[in-house]
């Protein structure tokens, strides 16, 4: 079992759907991270929350939506999204304290159809 | 200029050869530095961190130039597991209220039999 947990780990939605990504971490961390990985990019970094508090959003469109309603839990809300959003999302978390890493869940594989 | 700069590869190399990966990094208030692994369609996993006086962990050794804002790092007798993407990641803090924790775009390590 993994310290960070994402479900579900595939999901393929059309364009005019809502579905939500659930992340939870059982490390107890205080930062929780989204981040984009389309095929042959880097890692993208989409948003950040320490405490509860989302202190980045990297440029986001207003289609993925974050939420963190505790220190453990973190979604990202999707809807109306578009075919380029297709990729893996990964969630993180790590001790928002210099030096610390990152522990990454599996990741949710995204197809927008 | 990419945050975070590495080669992206592939490096195909044979078995028991020495490898190293560098990168560099734009901000020179970044504060801790990483390496990851990512194998295929999995999540990154810390391979280690990267200190000043450099660290070494078994075949693998990673130095930091914070002068340069050059890190690198050196596997030597190279397996054929260790055939992986290798990311470069830096850490930046902003007065302890936010954590970004920003990746290279990864080099692709192939170990020939």
């Known amino acids: 079992e993994t310290g960070v947990t994402q479900t579900p780990r595939h999901l393929v939605m059309g364009m005019t759907n809502k579905k939500s990504l659930k992340c939870e971490q059982h490390?107890?961390?205080?930062?929780m991270y989204w981040y984009k990985q389309s095929a042959k990019k880097p890692l993208e970094l989409m948003f950040v929350y320490n405490f509860k508090e989302q202190t980045e959003n990297n440029s986001v469109p207003s289609r993925f939506s974050p939420e963190c309603p505790n220190s453990s839990h973190l979604f990202l809300h999707l809807h109306t999204l578009q075919p380029e959003d297709s990729a893996l999302y990964l969630c993180a978390s790590s001790q928002g304290v210099r030096g610390a890493e990152a522990f990454f869940g599996q990741g949710t594989r995204l197809t927008v159809v | 200029r990419k945050e975070v700069e590495q080669d992206p590869g592939p490096f195909n190399v044979p078995e028991g050869a020495t490898v190293a990966f560098n990168c560099t990094y734009s901000n020179s208030a970044s504060q801790s530095f990483f390496w990851y692994r990512q194998d295929c369609r999995k999540e990154p996993k810390l391979l280690m961190s990267?200190?000043?006086s450099g660290n070494e962990d078994g075949r693998f050794t990673a130095q930091l130039n914070r002068a340069s804002q050059y890190i690198s790092l050196l596997i030597r007798d190279s397996k054929l597991s260790d055939s992986a993407t290798y990311l470069c990641v830096v850490k930046e803090l902003d007065g302890g209220a936010t954590n970004k924790l920003i990746f290279g775009t990864g080099t692709l390590l192939a170990v020939q039999p």
């Open positions: 490390l107890g961390h205080n930062a």
């Open positions: 990267v200190y000043s």
